[in-house]
């Protein structure tokens, strides 16, 4: 064989590793957990295996997908306010010393409070309903938006703004022109923390006092023994959270322009 | 720029007038920081003037003040006789770095200045294709910034000045993020270009070299506060090439630039 065909093949079986390791070592994981979980003497009581937690995903596919439903909804519409008053309280910020001041030592407060122990006293003040989900949910993701933001904002060149500034553009045209395009990267990395949060806050919303979502399917299953059902409630809310962080990977690719792309 | 007489029109160059302008910034202490100290210029229409000066002389102050981006403490601006009170419409700026939007293709950064004025981009399109195809990089349109070189980014940067028909070109610095070899050729296809434009250009650097080649005039500038030290006419034939540094006029505008540094301290005599 001569030495670029050697090359070629090295270079294919180094790809094939490369993407193969991930799926490879989680089949790995599953199985080991497969096989060790009964031969430790581990009953489904205990740790169901994964298999048992699949098949239960399938049998009680009906019930959980209308959990899974309630759970989507309240983390989406809780992360759409964040990303809206997020980003909107980061334009404030940028454009006002005065609101910056004002606001930056209250936000990093309320950021610091263990929102887990807010959700009781949500219960109180909204009820049983949507309301304190979407809050908390809300609650959980404002931050990081907001904080990306102003960060991807404030990363502009200056000598960019002077650019435009000599062609004549308002700050109207500099903002839509290169202030939010420059900031978008960013605005993105913040948006993507802030989805998986809001699914967070959503599920700890439902565990202090629900009667619909995945956070209340895990809750009623634990308190009845059913650990397959509870397994299984918890799976659906990571798959959720890897669903909606996809998502707006989808539509990070569409709006932000990729620059290793283009190399 | 191979071809110097290109389909390009001809532009009016236009009339800068700086009078008695001075600069100052407030410091955070309360003081003053006087950066431009009385200056006193005349640009005729068309002319190719170069301000050389130490860092910090306030070169770059009085290039923002013509470009319209920050006001004059004292004194006025006058460009064809109207006074600069924000940037001028027919006024093109390159800058040190080539600051392309990394997002927008070639021609899109070239049209950037065309969209913000709300000007009909068909209209620009053409003459955006041909300037590309002076400066060489035809066939570039639809490229990225991030797949050219330096030179070819700055060139870009040229071009985006020069779409919008600039009476006035503003140039600060513009090779010297640029490599030597880079920047030789630029150095004379910017030459090639204003020739056969024929706009006027204010042109700022801190290259002897590079102003006495380029300029009709060369303005040095003393160190901080910034003041206009010496008013040189270079009256070396053009098109100038490689060759007429060794012209001994080139050879004697250089050492009297030199000259003056080393009376300012700014460089020193050895």
Request: glycine share 8%; hydrophobic share 50%.
């Amino acid at each position: 064989m001569d030495p670029k065909q050697a090359r070629r093949k090295r270079h294919l079986v180094r790809a094939v590793v490369e993407t193969a390791a991930a799926p490879v070592l989680a089949l790995l994981l599953l199985l080991a957990w497969q096989v060790g979980a009964p031969l430790a003497g581990l009953s489904a009581f205990i740790l169901p295996t994964p298999w048992q937690i699949l098949s239960r995903i399938a049998a009680d596919h009906q019930l959980i997908a209308v959990h899974a439903g309630v759970t989507l909804f309240e983390t989406v519409a809780g992360f759409l306010i964040a990303a809206v008053a997020g980003v909107g309280t980061a334009l404030m910020i940028f454009y006002s010393r005065i609101f910056e001041r004002a606001i930056y030592p209250l936000l990093v407060a309320l950021q610091t409070i263990p929102k887990v122990a807010l959700a009781p006293l949500l219960v109180l003040y909204f009820g049983y309903g949507f309301a304190p989900k979407l809050f908390l949910a809300f609650l959980l993701a404002f931050f990081p938006i907001v904080i990306a933001t102003v960060v991807g904002l404030e990363g502009l060149d200056k000598a960019m703004v002077n650019l435009v500034r000599s062609m004549g553009a308002s700050e109207w045209q500099t903002f839509f022109k290169i202030r939010l395009p420059a900031a978008l990267p960013s605005l993105f990395g913040g948006l993507k923390v802030g989805i998986s949060l809001a699914v967070i806050g959503a599920v700890i919303g439902e565990y202090v006092a629900a009667e619909m979502g995945l956070g209340y399917l895990q809750l009623q299953a634990s308190a009845q023994f059913d650990t397959t059902l509870s397994f299984a409630a918890m799976v659906v809310i990571a798959a959720l959270g890897v669903v909606t962080f996809w998502g707006l990977e989808v539509l990070e690719k569409r709006a932000v322009f990729q620059r290793e792309a283009a190399r | 720029m191979k071809d110097p007489t290109p389909a390009t029109a001809r532009l009016h160059g236009a009339a800068v007038a700086i009078e008695t302008v001075t600069k100052s910034y407030e410091l955070r202490d309360g003081g003053d920081l006087l950066a431009l100290d009385r200056c006193d210029l005349s640009i005729t229409p068309g002319a190719f003037v170069a301000i050389v000066g130490p860092s910090g002389c306030g070169k770059s102050t009085l290039l923002s003040l013509v470009a319209g981006l920050a006001r004059p403490s004292t004194g006025r601006i006058l460009i064809d006789g109207e006074e600069v009170r924000r940037p001028h419409a027919k006024v093109g700026v390159v800058f040190q770095t080539d600051l392309l939007l990394y997002w927008r293709t070639v021609m899109d950064n070239i049209l950037l200045p065309v969209e913000i004025k709300g000007w009909r981009r068909e209209d620009y399109l053409p003459r955006a294709e041909r300037l590309l195809e002076q400066v060489g990089l035809a066939g570039f349109a639809g490229k990225y910034p991030s797949e050219l070189s330096g030179g070819m980014r700055q060139r870009t940067a040229i071009c985006r000045a020069l779409v919008q028909e600039p009476g006035l070109l503003l140039m600060d610095e513009p090779f010297g993020a640029l490599d030597a070899l880079t920047r030789e050729q630029m150095i004379s296809d910017l030459q090639a270009m204003w020739l056969s434009v024929g706009n006027t250009v204010l042109f700022i650097t801190h290259s002897i070299e590079e102003a006495v080649f380029l300029a009709d005039r060369v303005l040095v500038m003393s160190p901080r506060p910034g003041r206009i030290d010496l008013d040189l006419t270079v009256s070396i034939e053009r098109p100038r090439s490689w060759r007429s540094r060794t012209d001994q006029a080139f050879i004697d505008h250089m050492s009297q630039i030199r000259g003056i540094f080393e009376a300012r301290g700014v460089l020193s005599k050895e």
